[in-house]
């Protein structure tokens, strides 16, 4: 399934609609998003809450399924594919870093960063993991559980983690919102720094503008469709 | 993926689970273990029965007849044999001089070398040596201890006094419990004649005992050329391997029985397994929701947990396994009173294989109920922590299918027969179902009539009974199946034991005189009034055989297919008697009675047990011919009657009219009553000293004799019933701990928010005393039907409701429950609440 290669955008979005039964009312969640990512963008989607922003991250990252239009990753329909080729392809080319950290709380902050090498069948996994702790400042606590460490720290952890199969495009879900400041601010710089460093694609959703201008690109939802997005309205600039 | 990372993983996920997945294991651990006693020793128990097969008989082949055995036999086996004796054995009254004790007893005189292999054991040893020598007898330990005489002492059997020279432990192949009614007393053959005992009528027993060389096959020679010899219906024989097959299959029937009962408690920790996985894997939902993001699939998710389960299962099973074999060490001792052999403890490997496969299965049967939901976790789950899976997962119903399988399957490995075994699933899934539906129907009660006025606390305790994560059903159905099979075990022994009781009590016959002859019913009658005791029946009993039904011979009778009368009822020895009346036991239900024959030339109307008439497929009008030893009386079935079987009293099959029987030989039955034990001695002393062919039975001494039988089947009934209720209470601490973590997070919380320790106490308490309360009802409920059903269709005893019994179940059930919730709650209600989350979270 690994295609580097891949031609066009890595992520791209056509007429997304996702619509959920509430009673006997459809609630549209998400309605006809369309955009696309080239390989290194980064992007942030800004909104309220309830926005939608969190479902798109999902549709995008192959964790639902869409009830209308298409999710093309690397290359790879996800409306066409089963859970289990999604999950393929999630472990091949997704990071993820969640605002609960989403550690596994049973295994060690090391054996949490294996986790996505060993699923790929990698060996020598340990080395890869024990590195990229070193790189988040961890190394000296790749021993301990998730309990065991601080918010900051199992944020870290879970940066490694998103890095360590040298994902295409990582996906972060409000990553400081449970962070304080100067921790919050840590975690961006490491974020940005890796994702810059691998030439990593990024999707960040956040309430925080401040962080989100920090992208390259910012999409604003608004009840379930594209209020704002920072591209188009580059070009409209640009040709006014 | 690689099988070796599933295991890494799931050995890394149990690293903080680990007490958790053992509590969860303890569940299986004596089923397993139960299973794992009764299989070690069922298979001792067979290694040594085919070691000991000869002892068991201690002959070659044993002929055995009710009159003695014909010349010809006897004198042809003594010519092919190597080793002949014989037996001669009927129940007669004993008495020991030194302290006037007398009891009924079977008298066994030996002639010859009996036992040929084996022994029988004495104190001292070597007694059986003794017995060669006139006039020593060797006397049954119980009996001895019973009267508390020893060996050098006298008794006195018949006309003759005899000198105990040992007493006997062991006879051969008889279990130590079917010597309780009429202990063992040996005599040699030639002091026979001396006792004066063996009288025209009384029921006598003659054995051939034959020892054959090596070559010899016993089984061809006795189809080929003893068969052919013996009268068929007259002469029963036994050979070492009839004997092995018989003992074998009765103690194979034991251990299936036992096995089953030990199933129920290991059927019940795999509730509790899969109860408790339920839980578990509830906590797990969003690890595998993780691992699903990062790319694992859904079978990756349950391959580890199933992991975790079958190596908890194989550890539970080893556990029980090991447990087990501890057991059966104890084992000979808690059946030594049932066993013919002496059964030598020994680690059984196939028992131990058997029982670590079956735990493993069962456990990961049951827990795939709750497992297989982790296939449909859905990655989404880590965005929204309330993403819910609502797909029902129809390889649920496989599961069940192949759960409900495999239990029809080990309950038909252990009966050998479809049916019992199809009732045998039949009744758990029943129960399982029955309390499943209580459970549930509590559940929907409490929630339709919710108790708004309530205080909180009250309403925060019921409410619990029914909210996400609830432990009612699992506790209902665990401690309820307990409760249900202590209390039916309970209730149906004590209904026993008082019908028993109430048979021998108020104004009923207590002491039955039998084997009286004609010229010595008047003087016996004389001595039970002198002694101021009530001569309550006096019973002539006439012993006749049947000769043919309607014109038919029995012969004939047994050569027609198309007749299916039993053969016990074509063999049989009938015991029959004349009066002119029916008795107040007797209900005619057909015909009528004529109480007297007028002349010798009017047809003789006799009256027939209903049940009795059926078998023989004879009804009013229908002649019978009967064969009283010797003289044939042709006879026409007059009425039908009910009879009365529970009452303490003669009752009889057949029953003459005056007129007909009074020459024939015969003997007498009286009956009285005595109040005390003193009079019953004095007066069995009297009796026997100066008729000592009389036979006594003391309804007393056969009511202690039956409660000790009853005691020690039902000690080994709850011996194995033990395994069921701490099975049930390891599943319920299991259940309460597991649920301790749920419980955690709302614990907490109403501490922060101002509630007291005390408050927390009560809602605890107050749940559990409903589970547990609920639970116990349900199980005493589920017991006073199957005792109902046992008491009126399989031991037909009257039903009474045991109140008392089913109170102290309740209260003991319920008390416990509690005092297991409000153990666990301590630790939440102790320490500060931030440190409990820290430290369980």
Redesign the interface.
């Known amino acids: 399934m690994k295609d580097d290669a891949v031609a066009g955008p890595i992520l791209a979005v056509k007429d997304l609609t996702k619509t959920y039964r509430s009673g006997d009312k459809p609630l549209h969640v998400l309605d006809c998003v369309n955009f696309a990512l080239q390989k290194g963008d980064s992007c942030a989607i800004v909104g309220p809450s309830g926005s939608g922003k ?1 479902t798109l ?2 549709l995008c ?1 192959g ?2 399924r869409a009830t209308t239009g298409s999710v093309i990753l690397h290359g790879h329909p996800l409306d066409h594919l089963t ?2 080729q999604r ?6 080319y ?1 990071g ?1 870093v ?1 605002q609960n950290f ?6 060690t902050a090391l ?1 949490n960063v294996m ?2 090498l ?4 990698e060996k020598h996994v340990g080395a890869r993991a024990l590195d990229l702790l070193d790189k988040v400042g961890l190394a000296d606590r790749r021993h301990h ?1 998730p ?1 065991q460490l601080s918010g900051g720290e199992q944020q870290r952890v879970s940066i490694a ?1 998103a890095f360590s ?1 040298r994902p295409a495009i990582l996906f972060a ?1 409000e990553p400081t919102g449970n962070l304080d400041e100067e921790t919050g601010t840590y975690v961006e710089k490491l974020i940005f720094d890796l994702n810059r460093e691998a030439g990593t694609t990024m999707i960040l959703v956040t309430h925080d503008m401040e962080l989100a201008q920090k992208t390259q690109r910012i999409i604003q939802i608004k009840g379930g469709r594209i209020a704002y997005d920072s591209l188009i309205q580059e070009s409209v600039d640009v040709k006014e | 993926m690689n099988f070796l990372w599933l295991t890494k993983m799931a050995w890394r996920d149990s690293r903080r689970n680990r007490s958790r997945l053992f509590l969860f294991m303890s569940s299986i651990v004596l089923g397993i273990a139960a299973l794992v006693a009764i299989n070690s020793f069922g298979d001792n128990m067979q290694r040594d029965i085919n070691g000991e097969a000869k002892k068991l008989l201690g002959a070659d082949l044993v002929l055995e007849a009710r009159q003695p055995l014909p010349d010809s036999v006897l004198a042809f086996l003594d010519s092919m044999s190597t080793a002949a004796a014989s037996e001669v054995s009927f129940a007669s009254m004993v008495l020991f001089p030194e302290n006037g004790g007398s009891r009924l007893v079977q008298v066994r005189a030996i002639q010859g070398g009996f036992p040929f292999y084996g022994d029988i054991e004495t104190t001292p040893a070597n007694g059986r040596k003794a017995l060669n020598q006139k006039q020593n007898a060797l006397v049954d330990h119980t009996l001895l201890l019973q009267y508390n005489a020893r060996p050098g002492d006298s008794i006195q059997v018949g006309n003759q006094t005899f000198y105990i020279s040992s007493s006997v432990d062991k006879v051969p192949g008889q279990a130590g419990i079917s010597t309780s009614i009429a202990p063992p007393v040996f005599i040699p053959m030639q002091q026979l004649d001396a006792t004066g005992l063996l009288q025209k009528g009384s029921r006598i027993n003659y054995k051939a005992y034959y020892k054959f060389d090596d070559k010899t096959d016993v089984d061809a020679l006795l189809k080929e050329v003893i068969e052919p010899r013996l009268k068929k219906d007259e002469v029963q024989y036994d050979t070492v391997a009839e004997r092995k097959q018989e003992i074998g299959d009765t103690y194979r029937n034991l251990t299936g029985f036992l096995n089953l009962v030990a199933f129920v408690a290991l059927l019940l920790g795999c509730l509790g397994v899969a109860s408790s996985v339920h839980i578990y894997i509830k906590d797990k939902i969003i690890s595998v929701a993780i691992l699903r993001c990062l790319g694992g699939k859904g079978k990756q998710g349950l391959g580890i947990y199933l992991i975790q389960i079958a190596c908890m299962g194989l550890i539970g099973s080893v556990v029980g396994a090991l447990l087990g074999t501890l057991i059966q060490f104890y084992l000979p001792q808690l059946f030594a009173e049932f066993l013919p052999v002496a059964v030598d403890a020994a680690v059984s490997w196939e028992a131990i294989a058997q029982g670590i496969l079956l735990g493993m299965t069962v456990s990961i049967l049951f827990a795939l109920l709750p497992l297989l939901s982790i296939r449909k976790i859905s990655p989404l789950t880590v965005l929204r922590a309330s993403q819910e899976n609502q797909q029902t997962d129809r390889s649920r119903y496989l599961i069940y299918g192949l759960i409900v399988l495999f239990v029809e399957g080990f309950a038909y490995l252990q009966l050998g027969k479809l049916r019992e075994s199809l009732f045998f699933t039949g009744g758990i899934l029943l129960a399982f179902v029955a309390l499943a539906g209580i459970a549930q129907l509590i559940i929907w009660l409490v929630r339709k009539y919710f108790p708004v006025n309530w205080s909180y606390i009250w309403r925060q305790s019921l409410s619990n009974l029914y909210r996400p994560n609830n432990q009612t059903l699992v506790l209902v159905i665990t401690v309820g199946l307990g409760t249900a099979l202590i209390a039916t075990l309970f209730f149906i022994q004590g209904m026993l034991l008082e019908k028993v009781s109430l048979s021998a009590s108020e104004h009923q016959p207590n002491m039955v005189l039998f084997d009286i002859q004609d010229q010595q019913v008047a003087p016996i009658a004389d001595i039970t009034q002198q002694r101021g005791l009530p001569v309550m029946q006096e019973v002539p009993v006439v012993t006749m055989r049947l000769e043919g039904i309607k014109n038919q011979s029995v012969a004939q009778m047994k050569q027609d297919t198309t007749l299916h009368i039993p053969n016990w009822v074509l063999n049989r020895e009938y015991r029959v008697t004349y009066r002119d009346t029916l008795a107040d036991t007797e209900e005619l239900t057909a015909g009528t009675w004529k109480g007297t024959v007028d002349s010798p030339q009017d047809s003789i109307f006799i009256s027939l047990d209903k049940g009795i008439a059926e078998d023989m497929q004879v009804g009013v009008g229908d002649k019978i011919t009967f064969n009283v030893q010797g003289a044939l009386i042709d006879t026409y079935v007059g009425s039908l009657r009910d009879i009365d079987w529970e009452r303490m009293q003669t009752n009889f099959l057949v029953l003459f009219p005056k007129g007909v029987l009074e020459k024939a030989p015969k003997f007498w039955v009286i009956m009285t009553r005595v109040d005390s034990a003193q009079q019953a001695a004095s007066y069995q002393q009297a009796v026997v000293q100066q008729f000592p062919n009389v036979s006594i039975i003391d309804l007393d001494l056969i009511l202690q004799t039956l409660d000790d039988i009853v005691s020690k089947v039902s000690f080994v009934i709850k011996f194995m019933a033990f395994f069921s209720i701490v099975t049930g209470i390891l599943v319920l601490i299991g259940s309460v701990i597991i649920s301790k973590y749920q419980r955690i997070q709302e614990s907490v919380l109403l501490r922060t928010i101002g509630a007291s320790r005390k408050q927390i106490l009560s809602i605890n308490a107050f749940e559990y005393f409903f589970l547990g309360s609920l639970a116990a009802l349900t199980g005493i409920l589920i017991a006073l039907l199957s005792s109902w059903a046992l008491a009126v269709f399989s031991f037909e005893v009257p039903f009474h409701p045991p109140l008392l019994p089913a109170i102290i179940t309740y209260v003991l059930i319920t008390l416990l429950t509690v005092l297991i919730g409000l153990s666990n709650s301590r630790s939440v209600i102790n320490r500060p609440p931030l440190e409990v989350l820290r430290s369980e979270v």
């Open positions: 969190t991250l999902g990252a964790l639902d859970e289990d999950a393929a392809v999630r472990s091949q997704v993820f969640f989403n550690l596994m709380p049973a295994l054996e986790i996505p060993e699923l790929r069948g559980y309990t983690r199969n879900d």
